[in-house]
């Protein structure tokens, strides 16, 4: 017969590798004839070791030896059994028995007797829009699992989603309730009697749906080109040099100036506007006219009728190039090309605007007399807009000195004679 020291030497120093049906024998022995405390000597690591190891039928241990070892056993030893182990320990006691156990062994022997279980999570979709339904699986392995399955958003019971059962292993939730944003969504298995509690979770995005318009298409700034008749007539402007500083739209004024300027008020900066007076001449040509001096003396580029403005931001003056012949349109010939500035004078100039100006023909039915209007640039037709309240407007024209002319001609209204305005 052994003495229990023996037994305890046996124990601890049994090669686990080396168990049989005699060690077994004289293991059951010994756990029948030490006390609990005597085999918590052993140390926690062995007990784990040992009870893990060998496959020991508890059913021929007493169930109050196997209490008062349970009782007796360090803390950390019952959490560590294998599940098999602590199953048939489990069924060696009696319900009375079991119920003797303080709470914390007998806690932690049904936790240990349980098999682990693995939670997987999946949506569809994965990424969804606002209000739209999202559907949440939870599977739950092995499939041999029972219990519920509770669904949380960011650690929040989803609404209608707690406590949902376990079908052949899964459980579903369907909720149209995300917020925008992105969601940490998580399924929690509550577990069984026979099964560990486990989770999964997954990132789920939910969008706004929304979609912001495309940008609208660039409208590329429209110049007017006056009506033809054919055959077509290519007006070469003169040529100036370019600015050396920045101009963006070619008309011969710096950016600087022009960027906090919409002279027609069509909602474009007169640094990109083609046309800034909306007079329907481009801006770069308008631009080109040469310079008259102002009555003070002062010589501003692009000027035509020395009022001291660049006549591009002024809507009632407009300077463009007329061909230097009375036929511009029916025999233009090589005639050189001369500018020429049309602007609505007196009290009320500001507030005019001029388009459509153009050159014709002279009629060809002019008398041969000096004293018959003399039109060596033909006839030139405008559109001025007034205010509501003014009825007659005071015009100027400037032509080069070059341009031999013996007054201002104005058709009568029956066609038959000519007024000399000048």
């Given at each position: 017969?052994?003495?229990?020291?023996?037994?305890?030497?046996?124990?601890?120093?049994?090669?686990?590798?080396?168990?049989?049906?005699?060690?077994?024998?004289?293991?059951?022995?010994?756990?029948?004839?030490?006390?609990?405390?005597?085999?918590?000597?052993?140390?926690?690591?062995?007990?784990?070791?040992?009870?893990?190891?060998?496959?020991?039928?508890?059913?021929?241990?007493?169930?109050?030896?196997?209490?008062d070892?349970?009782?007796?056993?360090?803390?950390?030893?019952?959490?560590?059994?294998?599940?098999?182990?602590?199953?048939?320990?489990?069924?060696?006691?009696?319900?009375e028995?079991?119920?003797?156990?303080?709470?914390?062994?007998?806690?932690?022997?049904i936790?240990?007797?349980?098999?682990?279980?693995?939670?997987?999570?999946?949506?569809?979709?994965?990424?969804?829009?606002?209000?739209?339904?999202?559907?949440?699986?939870?599977?739950?392995?092995?499939?041999?699992?029972?219990?519920?399955?509770?669904?949380?958003?960011?650690?929040?019971?989803?609404?209608?989603?707690?406590?949902?059962?376990?079908?052949?292993?899964?459980?579903?939730?369907?909720?149209?309730?995300?917020?925008?944003?992105?969601?940490?969504?998580?399924?929690?298995?509550?577990?069984?009697?026979?099964?560990?509690?486990?989770?999964?979770?997954?990132?789920?995005?939910?969008?706004?749906?929304?979609?912001?318009?495309?940008?609208?298409?660039?409208?590329?700034?429209?110049?007017?080109?006056?009506?033809?008749?054919?055959p077509?007539?290519?007006?070469?402007?003169?040529?100036?040099?370019?600015?050396?500083?920045?101009?963006?739209d070619?008309?011969?004024?710096?950016?600087?100036?022009?960027?906090?300027?919409?002279?027609?008020?069509?909602?474009?900066?007169?640094?990109?506007?083609?046309?800034?007076?909306?007079?329907?001449?481009?801006?770069?040509?308008?631009?080109?006219?040469?310079?008259?001096?102002?009555?003070?003396?002062?010589?501003?580029?692009?000027?035509?009728?020395?009022?001291?403005v660049?006549?591009?931001?002024?809507?009632?003056?407009?300077?463009?190039?007329?061909?230097?012949?009375?036929?511009?349109?029916?025999?233009?010939?090589?005639?050189?090309?001369?500018?020429?500035?049309?602007?609505?004078?007196?009290?009320?100039?500001?507030?005019?605007?001029?388009?459509?100006?153009?050159?014709?023909?002279?009629?060809?039915?002019?008398?041969?007399?000096?004293?018959?209007?003399?039109?060596?640039?033909?006839?030139?037709?405008?559109?001025?807009?007034?205010p509501p309240?003014?009825?007659?407007?005071?015009?100027?024209?400037?032509?080069?000195?070059?341009?031999?002319?013996?007054?201002?001609?104005?058709?009568?209204?029956?066609?038959?004679?000519?007024?000399?305005?000048?």
């Amino acid at each position: 017969m052994y003495t229990n020291d023996e037994r305890l030497v046996n124990m601890a120093n049994l090669p686990l590798n080396q168990i049989n049906t005699q060690s077994m024998v004289l293991l059951l022995g010994a756990l029948n004839a030490l006390s609990g405390a005597e085999i918590a000597t052993l140390g926690s690591v062995r007990l784990v070791e040992l009870i893990n190891t060998v496959n020991l039928d508890f059913s021929l241990v007493p169930d109050d030896k196997i209490v008062d070892i349970l009782i007796n056993l360090p803390i950390d030893v019952i959490p560590q059994l294998q599940s098999a182990v602590a199953t048939r320990i489990i069924n060696a006691l009696s319900t009375e028995s079991l119920a003797t156990l303080p709470e914390n062994p007998r806690v932690a022997l049904i936790q240990a007797s349980k098999l682990a279980t693995v939670t997987t999570l999946t949506s569809v979709p994965n990424s969804s829009t606002y209000g739209s339904s999202i559907t949440f699986t939870a599977t739950v392995s092995p499939s041999a699992a029972t219990g519920t399955v509770d669904f949380k958003d960011n650690g929040i019971s989803l609404t209608g989603c707690s406590s949902q059962p376990l079908s052949g292993g899964s459980a579903t939730c369907a909720t149209a309730s995300l917020s925008v944003g992105v969601h940490t969504v998580t399924a929690a298995y509550g577990g069984d009697s026979h099964y560990l509690i486990s989770t999964g979770n997954l990132i789920q995005t939910v969008s706004s749906g929304y979609s912001p318009p495309p940008d609208p298409p660039i409208t590329p700034p429209i110049i007017v080109t006056p009506p033809v008749i054919e055959p077509p007539i290519v007006v070469t402007p003169p040529i100036i040099e370019t600015p050396t500083n920045f101009d963006s739209d070619n008309d011969g004024q710096d950016d600087a100036i022009e960027a906090g300027r919409d002279t027609d008020g069509d909602g474009v900066t007169d640094n990109l506007d083609a046309n800034d007076d909306n007079d329907g001449i481009d801006s770069v040509i308008e631009s080109q006219v040469p310079e008259r001096p102002s009555a003070d003396g002062q010589i501003i580029s692009g000027d035509g009728n020395g009022d001291g403005v660049t006549d591009t931001v002024q809507p009632n003056v407009t300077s463009l190039p007329f061909l230097h012949t009375d036929t511009a349109i029916s025999n233009p010939g090589d005639a050189p090309p001369v500018y020429v500035t049309l602007a609505a004078g007196g009290v009320n100039n500001n507030d005019v605007h001029l388009t459509n100006v153009t050159q014709e023909d002279a009629p060809p039915d002019l008398p041969d007399d000096p004293a018959a209007p003399q039109l060596p640039l033909g006839l030139i037709r405008f559109t001025a807009e007034l205010p509501p309240d003014i009825s007659t407007q005071d015009f100027e024209l400037f032509v080069p000195p070059e341009v031999a002319i013996n007054g201002y001609w104005k058709q009568t209204a029956g066609g038959s004679s000519w007024a000399n305005l000048a």
